[in-house]
């Protein structure tokens, strides 16, 4: 399947607990770090839910 890869622009810190557990999810740990994750609809959603957070990188 396709990839995307996704990176972190924003910290984590005073968000709820459901976007934290979804960073954790996608792989995502630190600001800057950039994970390569497939492009299912469930992958997509859950970069949809922290779009605030995190930057589709090209």
Known sequence: MATI???QIKSRIGAPVDQ???LIALGLRKISQVV???DTPSNLGMVRKVHHL???VK
Do not use: A
Request: glycine share 0%; no cysteine.
């Open 20 to 22: 934290k557990r979804t």
């Open 36 to 38: 390569e994750i497939e």
């Open 5 to 7: 890869k996704v990176k």
């Open 54 to 56: 995190v930057e589709i």
